[in-house]
């Protein structure tokens, strides 16, 4: 039985981080033609997606991808905005904004954290908030929370003819 239990709050733990993703693109309008002077690139289903400068050749943005994902399944970001911009029918992407975990995760969860030992040391006497059980439980929220909100953006670019 406790098997079965565990393994029903696993599937729903999942599921719920699995919902908290989102990758959206958004039109951009009016994006004239440009050309950089280099960088550093990546092909991940059959899109560029350049790193710390910009394209060698004509090209110019048609959209922006905005990602907002767990950290715990931060490692299908590349795979999952280069499906977006391939459906768009962009041929490379620039990185605007990299992966950053968004601000107040951790601190709320800290906050959350300090806020429990304040009422377990009301309720019960102040040894009771800093036993081996809240050094542990502690850094576990913060851990948490920190896992499930990050966000990136993404240019999405059309290469023109030279």
Not at 4 to 22: G, I, Q
Not at 45 to 65: A, E, F, S, V
Not at 77 to 104: H, S
Not at 131 to 155: E, N
Request: hydrophobic share 45%; charged share 15%; net charge positive.
């Amino acid at each position: 039985m406790k098997s079965l239990v565990k393994k029903t709050l696993m599937v729903f733990l999942l599921l719920w981080l699995w919902a908290c993703s989102s990758t959206n693109y958004i039109p951009y309008e009016g994006g004239g033609r440009q050309k950089g002077k280099g960088a550093s690139v990546q092909k991940i289903n059959g899109i560029d997606i350049w790193y710390d400068g910009l394209p060698p050749r004509p090209y110019k943005i048609i959209g922006i991808i905005h990602d907002r994902r767990s950290g715990l399944i931060k490692s299908s970001l590349l795979k999952d905005i280069t499906k977006k911009a391939k459906k768009m029918g962009a041929d490379g992407l620039l990185e605007y904004q990299a992966y950053g975990i968004l601000p107040g995760g951790a601190t709320a969860a800290l906050g959350s954290a300090a806020g429990q030992a304040i009422w377990v040391a009301g309720a019960y006497g102040a040894t009771a908030a800093t036993g081996p059980g809240f050094f542990i439980a502690a850094p576990v929220l913060v851990g948490l929370s920190s896992a499930t909100g990050g966000q990136s953006r993404w240019w999405v670019i059309k290469y023109l003819a030279n």
